[in-house]
T-cell receptor
């Protein structure tokens, strides 16, 4: 079946550190992959997406590359800020239907 | 363009009561999906409505129900509330059925069951 596995949190980093949040998936066919972010007290916002293998999604300094050979879509940012503190969700949309499959979420805490 | 709105933002109910939550999608969006978010279970899909018809359903008991109106606004109802129903309920709207090509989320309704 389809599933998404994210690294467990919380992930705690100092400001300006390099960020990686791991996401791997299991899916048949060619899913689209997404990262959503949820700031405290808010709903989810789409951060970036990739629809085919080797695509790189990017937004607000965050990047993720769709790696079909390793079934991964790791989120990276070169220099995090306190304002990046949030919960990050990896998700996939299977090729065969459109309902999103969600990871468990990873809480990111950035200390000044 | 106005975003997805959810009302009320906060609710406190007691066990056994019922509750109705409302979601207004982005103008032009015909799909509304509902999710339950809890610290223990994470984000779980409840159901999706598209053009007033339920298109997908998650693994929740029949106490959870919903509907969609002709203007695409959607309501979710939970009857006979249990303590475990305490959660953040999120709705998301999209242009296409199944949440494609992109879902836009509302701020959620925080339900507390005492």
């Amino acid at each position: 079946g389809n599933s998404v596995t994210q690294m467990e949190g919380p992930v705690t980093l100092s400001e300006e550190a390099f960020l990686t949040i791991n996401c791997t998936y299991t899916a048949t066919g060619y899913p689209s992959l997404f990262w959503y972010v949820q700031y405290p007290g808010e709903g989810l916002q789409l951060l970036l997406k990739a629809t085919k293998a080797d695509d790189k999604g990017s937004n607000k300094g965050f990047e993720a590359t769709y790696r079909k050979e390793t079934t991964s879509f790791h989120l990276e940012k070169g220099s995090v800020q306190v304002s990046d503190s949030a919960v990050y969700f990896c998700a996939l949309r299977p090729d065969s239907n459109y309902q999103l499959i969600w990871g468990a979420g990873t809480k990111l805490i950035i200390k000044p | 363009k106005a975003g997805v709105t959810q009302t009320p933002r906060y609710l406190i109910k007691t066990r056994g009561q019922q509750v109705t939550l409302s979601c207004s999608p982005i103008s032009g969006h015909r799909s509304v999906s509902w999710y339950q978010q809890t610290p223990g279970q994470g984000l779980q899909f409840l159901f999706e409505y598209f053009s007033e018809t339920q298109r997908n359903k998650g693994n929740f008991p029949g106490r959870f129900s919903g509907r969609q109106f002709s203007n695409s606004r959607s309501e979710m109802n939970v009857s006979t509330l249990e303590l475990g129903d305490s959660a953040l309920y999120l709705c998301a709207s999209s242009l296409l059925s199944g949440g494609g090509p992109e879902q836009f989320f509302g701020p959620g309704t925080r339900l507390t069951v005492l």
